[in-house]
């Protein structure tokens, strides 16, 4: 069974700081991807970036990047010039990879990200 | 697309009571997930389903929850006899065969008392 752990319940930055959200996991596969989910006070799960496992490159998305760091199994998520929008429950997730098919997420307990203005 | 439909929004309900929850996937998505959400548990999978047949529901937590996918446009979790601890934001989510994203609706919060 794949586990996933994020040790930072809550953060809170400033507008226009970068700030990085940790996440590590666990899992004896080698093929699978990993996902930052956004949920906001709506409650709207949206999908922040993903990465490949098999890909080496760092996936980006604007401001958004993840350092991923396959060997010590962490995937940290890192935003840029952070805005106000940005509050929200940041969700790590795990997800198998399955010859072409979907399988579930294993998600993480969740970062409250606040951005002070 | 109207993205993943989910109904109702908010439901409350009595202990004792049945209760079934509705979700309509994205047109042409062959991959329906169920989830929950609480405080104590975070995000978990319930049960997902491929082309209208489960695939996996070792996460449904007891015999009182069931799922079912008549067609590719619409499937239900259905709990009966709901208790207080089922209170809860379920989540469906449908994605397609080789993508990887899966899409998410608004959720339902169920809340027993």
């Known amino acids: 069974a794949q586990t996933v752990t994020q040790s930072q319940p809550e953060m809170s930055v400033q507008e226009a700081e970068t700030v990085t959200l940790s996440c590590t996991y666990d899992?004896?596969?080698?093929?699978?991807?990993l996902f930052w989910y956004k949920q906001p006070p709506s409650r709207q799960m949206i999908l922040v970036i993903r990465q490949e496992a098999y890909k080496q490159q760092n996936a980006t998305e604007n401001r958004f990047s993840v350092n991923f760091q396959k060997a010590a199994k962490s995937f940290s998520l890192k935003i840029s010039d952070s805005q106000l929008g940005d509050t929200a429950m940041y969700f790590c997730?795990?997800?198998?990879?399955?010859?072409?098919?979907?399988?579930?997420?294993?998600f993480g307990k969740g970062t409250h990200l606040i951005i002070q203005p | 697309d109207a993205g993943v439909i989910q109904s109702p929004r908010h439901e409350v309900t009595e202990m004792g009571q049945e209760v079934t929850l509705r979700c309509k996937p994205i047109s042409g998505h062959d991959y329906l997930f169920w989830y929950r959400q609480t405080m104590m548990r975070g995000l978990e999978l319930l049960i997902y389903?491929?082309?209208?047949?489960?695939?996996?529901d070792s996460g449904m937590p007891e015999d009182r929850f069931s799922a079912k996918m008549p067609n590719a446009s619409f499937s239900t979790l259905k709990i009966q006899p709901s208790e207080p601890r089922d209170s809860a934001v379920y989540f469906c989510?449908?994605?397609?065969?080789?993508?990887?994203?899966?899409?998410f609706g608004q959720g339902t919060r169920l809340t027993v008392v």
């Open positions: 997730a795990f997800m198998l990879e399955t010859g072409g098919g979907a399988d579930g997420l294993t």
């Open positions: 989510a449908s994605s397609n065969q080789g993508a990887i994203e899966a899409f």
């Open positions: 899992t004896s596969e080698s093929n699978y991807y």
């Open positions: 389903f491929n082309n209208n047949v489960p695939i996996d």
